[in-house]
Nanobody
Framework: QVQLVESGGGLVQVWGSLRLSCAAS????????MGWYRQTPTKQRELVAQ???????KYADSVRGRYTISRDNAKPLVYLQMNSLKPEDTAVYYC??????????WGQGTQVTVSS
């Protein structure tokens, strides 16, 4: 079992920046992939960014060049640096991890609101 807790969300103006953090606890030795998804009341949950243990990353086209995902394997922590924010970035952002055994765990979500 892995527990994930997100932090860093809030209200920010357009073109502003936020840094989200996700702290993992529990059986952290099993974690392979870590990433971020986002969801709105009218849109399905979608992949934002993902980083594997070998540091290979994946980004949604809508955020590539503006967001940067990174991880600290020692703790472990995963970060999402969000720059040049747009109103369409407004969503609940969820931390996710995938274990070596291909189990998936989710955090509780953190709200990001970008004002126009």
């Amino acid at each position: 079992q892995v527990q994930l807790v997100e932090s860093g969300g809030g209200l920010v103006q357009v073109w502003g920046s936020l840094r989200l953090s996700c702290a993992a606890s529990g059986d952290i030795r099993t974690i392979n992939v870590m990433g971020w998804y986002r969801q709105t009341p009218t849109k399905q949950r979608e992949l934002v960014a993902q980083v594997r243990s070998n540091n290979i990353t994946k980004y949604a086209d809508s955020v590539r060049g503006r967001y940067t995902i990174s991880r600290d394997n020692a703790k472990p922590l995963v970060y999402l640096q969000m720059n040049s924010l747009k109103p369409e970035d407004t969503a609940v952002y969820y931390c996710q991890c995938i274990t070596w055994g291909l189990s998936t765990y989710w955090g509780q979500g953190t709200q990001v609101t970008v004002s126009s």
